[in-house]
T-cell receptor, first 108, second 113 residues
């Protein structure tokens, strides 16, 4: 079993839909990152969370430390949101342990 | 400072050749990380530097792999006697102490033929 599990692995939705991607982890962490990766490989950090909730534009990330679970929500989804979304936990001396990613496709 | 820079973006090499990649982190970041990502998988940790000291190495980093950060600024990752299984995206990231500002480079895509 991976230390960081994401669901779903693939998600296709229509433009405008509310999107939720889930992340569960089984190890102690100091923080959790949500990352976005577009074709071609570049990774962008969307959020770093250690508790509660953060919002940036149409993106919302929440974390429940007791339940070892985090969610990434996208409101009013748009085709440009299509990407791979990766959950990664910060462990030990600041190395990241990654989930396998969720491939999101938003159709117009 | 425009972020973490990696060079080259793409590298195609023949099996058995040596390759070297370079990473220039954000200048005020004292921590630098190397990760490897194979197709369809999330990145995996390879090694980590705090300033010039290499503090942790994954068991994924075989004897053919070596990383350096000689002056605590840029870092190099060398792979000797490349194998087809080394084909992957090699990602570099840097951060402040405490993990703030964790920033990734665009990666170097290695193809071993």
């Amino acid at each position: 079993k991976n230390e960081v599990e994401q669901s779903p692995q693939n998600l296709t939705a229509q433009e405008g839909e509310f999107i939720t991607i889930n992340c569960s982890y089984s190890v102690g962490i100091s923080a959790l990152h949500w990352l976005q990766q577009h074709p071609g490989g570049g990774i962008v950090s969307l959020f770093m969370l250690s508790s509660g909730k953060k919002k940036h534009g149409r993106l919302i990330a929440t974390i429940n430390i007791q339940e070892k679970h985090s969610s990434l929500h996208i409101t009013a989804s748009h085709p440009r949101d299509s990407a791979v979304y990766i959950c990664a936990v910060l462990q030990g001396a600041q190395k990241l342990v990654f989930g396998q990613g969720t491939r999101l496709t938003i159709n117009p | 400072d425009t972020g973490v820079s990696q060079d080259p973006r793409h590298k195609i090499t023949k099996r058995g050749q040596n390759v070297t990649f370079r990473c220039d982190p954000i200048s005020e970041h004292n921590r630098l990380y190397w990760y490897r990502q194979t197709l369809g998988q999330g990145p995996e940790f390879l090694t980590y530097f705090q300033n010039e000291a290499q503090l942790e190495k994954s068991r994924l980093l075989s004897d053919r792999f070596s990383a350096e950060r000689p002056k605590g600024s840029f870092s190099t990752l060398e792979i000797q006697r490349t194998e087809q299984g080394d084909s992957a995206m090699y990602l570099c990231a840097s951060s402040h102490r405490g993990g703030d500002g964790y920033t990734f480079g665009s990666g170097t895509r290695l193809t071993v033929v």
